[in-house]
């Protein structure tokens, strides 16, 4: 099971920290999504237990920061630089094993979701 916490409303330019814990397995790529109202659910972020690869999307780069402490079987999003079109619910998502570079994007290769937390970004 996956709990996440953080969301919340944030003025445009503000940050937040959203975790996801999980509380039985010890999952090998750890990543977020998030669905803003009427659009598909895109990636945002992954990262992997070992060798702490990182992946983004293209339009939070350079804002956004994913980090995991392995130990508590944790992940984090640190989001900076905040933007209404960031508005949206974001979802933690594990993946047992290792998803090559190329797929990490896709939410299809992970197994288990966390329920899910509001982000609203005000102008």
């Known amino acids: 099971q996956l709990q996440a916490s953080g969301g919340g409303l944030v003025q445009a330019g503000g940050s937040l920290r959203l975790s996801c814990a999980a509380s039985?397995?010890?999952?090998?790529?750890m990543g977020w999504f998030r669905q803003a109202p009427e659009k598909e659910r895109e990636f945002v972020a992954a990262?992997?237990?070992?060798?702490?690869?990182?992946y983004y999307a293209d339009s939070v780069k350079g804002r956004y920061t994913i980090s995991r402490d392995n130990a508590k079987n944790t992940v984090y999003l640190q989001m900076n630089n905040l933007k209404p079109e960031d508005t949206a619910v974001y979802y933690c998502a594990f993946a047992a094993g290792r998803i090559i570079t190329g797929l990490v994007h896709n939410s299809n290769y992970y197994e288990y979701w966390g329920q899910g937390t509001l982000v609203t970004v005000s102008s």
């Open positions: 039985t397995s010890s999952p090998y790529t």
């Open positions: 990262i992997r237990r070992v060798g702490g690869g990182t």
